[in-house]
């Protein structure tokens, strides 16, 4: 089972993931996703401190959106890790190509400085 | 001490195909650090046969969970024709976001999270087995 959430503040978009994002939860948050690719906010928060667990299915819908927030030259951060989602995340590469922060206030920062 | 379960091989089952392998490893007290990673390596194993070895066809699954030594191993059978996931080749991981292909990262993560791994085929069914150091609460109590 997988529960989002979303709201805006300041042109960021900030999403939180809490529970199993796995094959079967994968759609939806991609079709998810995808809506808000093509709203007006070009700013990006993936909020993951309660989400549980994460398999290659999650980690298809996460790279995509990222390739699609890069095209439309917006920006996309990632914050809250659990250790088992960051082990994910390091054994894929993935900690290499997305911005990751430990909180939502550094990825804030980051952005607005 | 073999446990098994036999189901179709569709989506549906892998809730059920994890609520089984989370008994059995309860049962043989495998560490709880280590049961995300089987619960992954299982996910990964049966969409695999899912998408790729049954693709349009439908057939069953059959999942063993057993003991080897200081190990929880699962077994994975189906009955589709011959498919060997662990010939996958390994996804580039050095390429840049933009050219990264999306998908080929659920059996590199097979082969990185588990401790043993073998495919064989026999009798018409394809069999991959997993095995995972248990790194069982008394271990830890002796640490």
Known sequence: ???????????????????????????????????????????FLLDLSDLDYVSSAGLRVFLAFAKLVRRAGGQLAFCGLKDEVRQVFELTGFTDILSISSTADEALRAWTG | MEKTLRLPAELGSLEPFRLF??????????????????????????????????????????????PRGDAFCMRICDWSSPFNPLERPPPDLSAALEDRP??????HLVRKMADGLDYRRENDQNIVEICFRRDTQQDNRDA
């Open chain 1, 1 to 43: 089972m997988l529960s989002t959430s979303q709201s805006e503040s300041n042109g960021v978009l900030h999403i939180r993931l809490s529970g199993r994002l796995d094959s079967l939860s994968a759609p939806e948050l991609e079709e998810r996703l995808r809506d808000a690719a093509v709203g007006h906010v070009r700013r």
């Open chain 2, 21 to 66: 392998v989370l008994q059995c490893a309860r049962d043989l007290a495998v560490h709880e650090s280590r049961v995300p990673q089987i619960e992954l390596v299982l996910e990964e194993l049966l969409t695999n046969l899912v998408f790729h070895a049954y693709k349009e066809a439908r057939g069953d699954v059959e999942l063993a969970c057993f």
């Open chain 2, 102 to 107: 999306i998908g080929g990262l659920g059996i």
